[in-house]
């Protein structure tokens, strides 16, 4: 029994073999995803299967924990998935990654027309030679949204799924001569209005956009119009005056989940972010020792003083992941069992890392 590994650009397809034939493999793809403003190599765990007459004999867990090991050698700061419940807690991942939901009547989407003359605006479909613009708007726009990944027009050819991987998509566009000012990407559907990514230049934009989803809807008699989206998105903050509903889900163990791979190199890599958020709190400097079953890491931010690291954490790495990218705060984190730290880490940590809403567009997800 052995596991190889065949490269396909920054797909790295993994197997366990067992008498020359692959019984249980998956893949780990190669992201950058963004903490804050910093850029983290993140290794995604997709395609997970084992053949079913192999199943239950801890051929997936083998592989799994084998390909950990692999992406500590390989380089990778974070590893990510959307799991299974009860599972994958069991390698070290912790839920990050809430689903978000808004829905909206149409009645009251359709007030919209009122705002931003909405008809004067040219609602068109996208061609292959808008996707470019289309990337770009995305990263200009995700630029700081902690979990979205880093798009590259090399890897990302279409929008190959919708609020799941048997939907198909449509979209719409608005552009000026200029370029491009905004986009949307739906569902393609006969019977629902279900809009999974939005992006704009402007919020000048959004009455037409939510005005063109008021239309689709009506054509298509369904009295309700759904957004995937965090509750911050500019997007969602606008339909809010029009009257919604948000659902937000989260897994007890599953959903959108990381674990730290390298924490060194993983703090090295946000460590500039650490110090935008401190100069923009007028921290003058602090020297941190974060500790967890990975190891010590040491972090010296600005101009600390010279008594030494007298502020400490210890947490196991699955509350580190959660802290890191804001998915649970300090005070909520220092009420679990075995977690320790100085007496005055609240402030400190609130200021280094504080809430935020995570989130990953559906059509990134592997």
């Keep these: 029994m052995k596991i190889r ?10 197997e366990l073999v067992m008498n020359k034939q692959a019984i249980s493999w998956l893949d780990v793809i190669d992201y950058q995803m963004r903490i804050g403003s910093a850029r983290v190599r993140m290794g995604g765990i997709g395609s997970v299967n084992t053949k079913p007459e192999y199943r239950m004999k801890g051929y997936a867990k083998r592989l799994l924990k084998d390909s950990i090991d692999y992406m500590v050698k390989e380089g990778y700061d974070v590893s990510g998935l959307f799991g299974i419940p009860d599972l994958y807690h069991k390698f070290g991942y912790s839920l990050c990654m809430p689903d978000y939901k808004l829905s909206m009547t ?16 040219k609602i068109k479909k996208f061609k292959k030679t808008d996707l470019k613009s289309i990337i770009d708007l995305y990263n200009e726009q995700s630029q700081n949204r902690t979990c979205s990944l880093v798009r590259y027009r090399k890897y990302f050819t279409r929008f190959i799924r919708g609020t799941n991987w048997e939907a198909d998509t449509d979209n719409l566009m608005i552009r000026n001569s200029k370029g491009l000012l905004a986009y949307a990407i739906l569902d393609k559907s006969d019977h629902h209005v279900n809009v999974v990514e939005v992006m704009s230049k402007s919020d000048r ?4 956009l939510l005005y063109e989803f008021a239309k689709m809807a009506i054509e298509r008699r369904c009295s309700q119009i759904n957004l995937y989206m965090p509750s911050d998105h500019p997007f969602a903050q606008y339909i809010q005056r029009y009257g919604c509903h948000l659902t937000v889900e989260y897994p007890k163990s599953g959903g959108g989940m990381l674990r730290i791979i390298n924490q060194n190199s993983l703090f090295e890599k946000i460590q500039p972010e650490l110090e935008k958020r401190m100069q923009k709190a007028n921290m003058q400097g602090v020297s941190l020792r974060i500790e967890t079953d990975l190891g010590e890491t040491r972090l010296c931010l600005g101009r600390p003083s010279r008594k030494g690291l007298k502020h400490f954490l210890v947490l196991p790495q699955q509350s580190l992941i959660q802290l890191v990218v804001g998915h649970r705060n300090i005070r909520d984190i220092l009420n679990d069992n075995g977690v320790r730290a100085s007496k005055d880490i609240e402030p400190i940590a609130d200021i280094l890392f504080p809430g935020a809403l995570p989130y990953m567009w559906l059509a990134d997800h592997f």
């Design 106 to 121: 149409t009645k009251n989407a359709e007030e919209s027309k009122k705002k931003g003359k909405a008809e004067q605006y």
């Design 205 to 208: 934009d959004f009455p037409a």
């Design 5 to 14: 590994t065949r490269d396909e650009g920054r797909k790295h397809h993994r």
